[in-house]
T-cell receptor, first 112, second 111 residues
Framework: DAGVIQSPRHEVTEMGQEVTLRCKPI?????LFWYRQTMMRGLELLIY????????DSGMPEDRFSAKMPNASFSTLKIQPSEPRDSAVYFC??????????FGQGTRLTVV | GNSVTQMEGPVTLSEEAFLTINCTYT??????LFWYVQYPGEGLQLLLK?????DKGSNKGFEATYRKETTSFHLEKGSVQVSDSAVYFC??????????FGSGTKLNVKP
């Protein structure tokens, strides 16, 4: 298996623009997580899905952030409008039942 | 609530030195505990785990023992290598889904 696949690996955008990050979990995994990593705050859980249903989105910082999982093999994290403070590395991870989480390589987002 | 506290870094060691990275946790139930490692430019990878008290997780020379009495899961390695330089995250999972991560400890190993 290719592991968790995230795209793009790097994204540079201007403040105010919409940004969409994509994730393809490992086939057969039924839980998907979106994390944000910054120097200041470390690794933060933004939202997680179980069987494509959002279970806990309490980590989503504000209404500018939204996440969807239309099917078991795809999820998006959207920021609209983006701001410089959204600059971070965004990780997607997936898991099957009670196993450990497998992480993608991350998307490095820079908002200028 | 649930939380993980790990020692602040960076930790700088010479090759072949002994490594300890402290991790303590707070949980309302009976969590599973994990150590993840993040190499530069990559995502987190599972290093080892323990699912119940007194279990010892081990991998690649690293080990950690789940100590319920001290609510700790310290990471140790007897002889570190330059290739071990990375950021190490302690984490717990209490219910079936949610992970709680520590802030990460950067390890620098010098030749």
């Amino acid at each position: 298996d290719a592991g968790v696949i995230q795209s793009p690996r790097h994204e540079v955008t201007e403040m105010g623009q919409e940004v969409t990050l994509r994730c393809k979990p490992i086939s057969g995994h039924n839980s998907l997580f979106w994390y944000r990593q910054t120097m200041m705050r470390g690794l933060e859980l933004l939202i997680y899905f179980n069987n494509n249903v959002p279970i806990d989105d309490s980590g989503m910082p504000e209404d500018r952030f939204s996440a969807k999982m239309p099917n078991a093999s795809f999820s998006t994290l959207k920021i609209q409008p983006s701001e410089p403070r959204d600059s971070a590395v965004y990780f997607c991870a997936s898991r099957f039942r009670v196993t450990e989480a497998f992480f993608g390589q991350g998307t490095r987002l820079t908002v200028v | 609530g649930n939380s993980v506290t790990q020692m602040e870094g960076p930790v700088t060691l010479s090759e072949e030195a002994f490594l300890t990275i402290n991790c303590t946790y707070t949980a309302t139930g009976y969590p599973s505990l994990f150590w993840y490692v993040q190499y530069p430019g990559e995502g987190l990878q599972l290093l080892l785990k323990a699912t119940k008290a007194d279990d010892k997780g081990s991998n690649k020379g690293f080990e950690a023992t789940y100590r319920k009495e001290t609510t700790s899961f310290h990471l140790e390695k007897g002889s570190v290598q330059v290739s071990d330089s990375a950021v190490y995250f302690c984490a717990l999972r209490e219910n079936f889904n949610k992970f709680y991560f520590g802030s990460g400890t950067k390890l620098n190993v010098k030749p």
